[in-house]
């Protein structure tokens, strides 16, 4: 199929772009890497009667550091861009980690970082560990901005809290901190495919083998990521030991509530899900803590 018919602008400036989207409103859409949208539009799931290609604006595909030692990403820059990036892998390094489960090389030279937390699919790794790495997103508009936690910003299936005439410019990851344990992984029916069930996890432990911090984010198990903050409470000031592995896979079975779809049974996706974690966690706590630069 084509897509219906739309207006199309391509404007070389952010305020031309928020200008454009303060005029037409909800009827606009932001064409970024177009490997989310273009697809909706071709099967005309999604309608937009103005498409807004930010592509020619310079200055939003930025990967660089920011004053307080984390990370700045512009909303334009390529996965794959990211996946590359040194800075990237030195101060976040789970972040780079997670870029080849994200569909095939191809698809992450074009699709964006923005792109895809504004599309906001709820088995996307990119939302997932925005989530977990409590990042925020500047959100620029025609008459000023505002910065939204993730933790607020996904709301529901393809639902986000940005607003008609706002545009994502920049995701900003806080500092990462030295001796971080991280994880992630997925189950997929192929490779590339979006995850079934997947886990993404940091967790960090004093010098007595004692978790001091963890944070558990589950996507491919409803309508947006998912925060186990139940199985983070069990886990927090206990000691690394079969037992308590044991018993944070049924923590998270037990306050998973799946969805069930053509794909896998809500059944399937609570039981892998405690096991996915569990095993997540375990090969975090393996692998030697880097200390970024």
């Not at 569909?103 to 977990?132: K, W």
């Not at 306050?255 to 569990?278: F, M, N, Q, T, W």
Request: charged share 25%.
């Amino acid at each position: 199929m084509k897509p219906a018919a739309f207006e199309y602008f391509a404007p070389a400036t952010v305020d031309e772009a928020l200008a454009l989207l303060h005029e037409h409103g909800d009827e606009a859409k932001i064409l970024a890497g177009g490997q989310s949208l273009m697809p909706l539009m071709n099967l005309r799931l999604a309608r937009p009667k103005v498409i807004v290609d930010i592509n020619r604006i310079s200055g939003l595909d930025g990967i660089a550091a920011s004053a307080d030692g984390g990370l700045a990403i512009g909303a334009l820059a390529r996965q794959r861009a990211v996946e590359k990036s040194v800075l990237a892998r030195e101060r976040h390094p789970l972040l780079v980690a997670a870029m080849p489960l994200i569909g095939h090389f191809q698809i992450r030279n074009r699709g964006t970082i923005g792109g895809s937390i504004v599309h906001a699919d709820p088995a996307a790794e990119l939302p997932a560990l925005s989530l977990l790495l409590d990042g925020e997103f500047l959100l620029a508009r025609k008459d000023g901005a505002r910065i939204i936690a993730a933790a607020d910003f996904f709301l529901g299936y393809l639902t986000t809290a940005i607003e008609p005439g706002e545009l994502l410019t920049e995701i900003r990851l806080p500092k990462w901190r030295a001796g971080t344990a991280w994880g992630i992984d997925e189950i997929a029916r192929r490779k590339g495919d979006f995850a079934l069930v997947g886990v993404a996890v940091r967790a960090e432990l004093n010098g007595g083998g004692i978790l001091e911090d963890v944070a558990i984010v589950m996507f491919g198990v409803g309508g947006k990521p998912q925060r186990i903050e139940s199985a983070e409470a069990v886990l927090k000031g206990r000691p690394i030991e079969p037992a308590v592995l044991r018993v944070l896979s049924q923590a998270i079975a037990d306050e998973l509530e799946p969805d069930s779809d053509i794909h896998a049974s809500s059944a399937y996706r609570k039981e892998v899900g405690g096991v996915l974690a569990r095993r997540v966690l375990e090969s975090a706590l393996a692998r030697p803590a880097r200390t970024p630069r």
